[in-house]
């Protein structure tokens, strides 16, 4: 089995920054993509940002140029570097792994969120 434990949010003015971390424990051989989503209240979840294995980032536009999407391979973590951060950016942040615990077998894990609240 495998777990991923966020930390990181809590209460920031605007223009601030946070760092979230997400790291992975357990049976894994090896994890391909590595994303950050997000959830605001009574809306649907949505991308925030995805790094794949080789190093490749991805953005969705309103946070493209503030955050920063970083991995530790040796680690197993993600990092989710937030600067600029905006009122519209809270919200519960989720991790995500495609996480490989033997060379066939893949599955995808989430995080359990952690509040990313920005007012002053």
């Known amino acids: 089995q495998v777990q991923l434990v966020e930390s990181g949010g809590g209460l920031v003015q605007p223009g601030g920054s946070l760092r979230l971390s997400c790291a992975a424990s357990?049976?894994?051989?090896?994890?391909?993509?590595m994303d950050w989503y997000r959830q605001a209240p009574g809306k649907e979840r949505d991308l925030v940002a995805s790094?794949?294995?080789?190093?490749?980032?991805t953005y969705t536009d309103s946070v493209n140029g503030r955050f920063t999407i970083s991995r530790d391979n040796a680690k197993n973590t993600v990092y989710l570097q937030m600067n600029s951060l905006k009122p519209e950016d809270t919200a519960v942040y989720y991790c995500?792994?495609?996480?490989?615990?033997?060379?066939?077998?893949?599955?995808?894990?989430w995080g359990q969120g952690t509040q990313v609240t920005v007012s002053s």
């Open positions: 790094i794949l294995s080789g190093g490749a980032t």
């Open positions: 357990g049976s894994i051989f090896s994890i391909n993509a």
């Open positions: 995500r792994m495609a996480v490989y615990t033997s060379l066939r077998s893949r599955s995808t894990y």
